[in-house]
């Protein structure tokens, strides 16, 4: 069973970077999609960022494009995410989110974490 345990959140300033990291256990053999996803109080679940056949791809929403960047550590099984340029509307919790389907970017994944705090000042 695939667990996901994300850290690296906080509270910064606008203008400020953090780097966010998901640490992934219980993988069977073969390659993973993952990405990053965000929720803001009141507001539907954002997909952020994805990579997938096996890190070979990325692709990023229009509003962390150029400030965002998505990666990943094969042999510590962790994602990371590392954000600058951050700005207050970048505010959410962020969930990092694992798929057998090494194919999948925006849709539904199968494993969750349990998420890490961002806010923005």
């Known amino acids: 069973h695939v667990q996901l345990v994300e850290s690296g959140g906080g509270s910064v300033q606008a203008g400020g970077s953090l780097r966010l990291s998901c640490a992934a256990s219980g993988y069977t053999s073969g390659s993973y999609a993952m990405g990053w996803f965000r929720q803001a109080p009141g507001k539907e679940r954002e997909w952020v960022a994805c990579?997938?056949?096996?890190?070979?791809?990325?692709e990023y929403a229009d509003s962390v494009k150029g400030r965002f960047t998505i990666s990943q550590d094969n042999t510590k099984h962790t994602l990371y995410l590392q954000m600058n340029s951050l700005k207050p509307e970048d505010t959410a919790m962020y969930y990092c989110a694992a798929d057998k389907r090494s194919y999948l970017c925006r849709g539904t994944y199968n494993y969750w974490g349990q998420g890490t705090q961002v806010t923005i000042s």
């Open positions: 990579i997938y056949f096996g890190g070979a791809d990325t």
